[in-house]
């Protein structure tokens, strides 16, 4: 691994407002938090991530492949009917392979990008990353690229750190009894006067997990999708998690 690498997390929001971002320093013997922030448009996180050697971004980098087909064969008058509209059925249609690969593994189901809210930050990240491309850097639904998509709520899981409500404003204290517990699993990694910033806002905490992971994700110690969802990933997006060790 190249000393002095930066890694970013990203945490987006629909709004710049709640967009929250961390760079994270890795000097070969310590992880230092460099910066975190929450407030951030598109031209700052293009900066950034031009700037780092891998980006985890907390957003869905695509769609199911069988909404989108949907989508499709509604628009031309194409679309078969399905034997029933069902339960079965619409997870197929509503949530992509990694989705149901991460309820698996961690037992946290993350937004269907098809049918919820994620939806708008997914929406920005479509864009941020057809500004990147236009860079000329490599960004890829399954993460292969610059960027890889990340879920802080499902790495925590990994880590064995889920049971910790820390979402809004309300639990704060929580959150701050989270940033313990993260500081003793990763004893490695230097705040550098940021404890507080995520203490007091999702946003950031998200970020800093975001930014972990993307380091795991470059060192090789994530998990890829497998062989018979390579496929799906390439389209749909895979959702990065630190192997828990």
Known sequence: MVLGSTFLGVDLAADPKRTG????RDDGTKIVIQDVRVG???DAI?????????AGVDVPFGWPRAFVELVQGHRTAALAPPPDTGPNWRREVLYRATDLEVRRRVGKTPLSVAADKIAYPAIRWAAIAARLRKQGLTVTPDGRGVACEVYPGAALAAWQLAGHPYKGAKNATSRSTLIERLSVRLPWLEWEGHRDACADDDNALDAVIAALVARDVHRGTAMPPPPELADLAADEGWIWLPDGS
């Open 40 to 42: 951030v448009d598109d």
């Open 46 to 54: 293009v900066s950034a991530i031009m700037g780092s050697r891998k």
């Open 21 to 24: 971002i961390a760079q994270l």
